[in-house]
């Protein structure tokens, strides 16, 4: 079956760095999706960024510039690279993956989910 799992949340400094990283099994993005979503508190899921399999990427335009979505197929996990954090990137993070995405930043669209690191930014 599908497995996702993140790892690399923490608690970091406004101005610092973070990278996720979500291991991907029973799945493999050659013909679908990837993306990354966040939820803060009191807020609804949003899209932060997505990859298809032919690394294409796209990005939410509060995080353009500071963060870049990536994928290492040898090695099946997607990566998110956080750089310049503000307070308001506070919040869970979320791998998902889906064969059939009609709009990236879209959650019900995809298919699988990972579980979810938490990123806090003071």
């Known amino acids: 079956h599908v497995q996702l799992v993140e790892s690399g949340g923490g608690t970091v400094q406004a101005g610092g760095s973070l990278r996720l990283s979500c291991k991907v099994s029973?799945?493999?993005?050659?013909?679908?999706?990837m993306g990354w979503f966040r939820q803060g508190p009191g807020k609804k899921r949003e899209g932060v960024a997505a990859?298809?399999?032919?690394?294409?990427?796209q990005y939410a335009d509060s995080v353009k510039g500071r963060f870049t979505i990536s994928q290492d197929n040898a090695k099946n996990t997607l990566y998110l690279q956080m750089n310049s954090l503000k307070p308001e990137d506070t919040a869970m993070y979320y791998c998902?993956?889906?064969?059939?995405?009609?709009?990236?930043?879209?959650?019900?669209?995809?298919?699988?989910w990972g579980q979810g690191t938490q990123v806090t930014v003071s």
């Open positions: 998902a993956a889906g064969s059939r995405i009609r709009a990236w930043s879209r959650a019900a669209d995809y298919d699988y």
């Open positions: 029973g799945y493999t993005n050659l013909h679908g999706c």
């Open positions: 990859i298809d399999s032919g690394d294409f990427t």
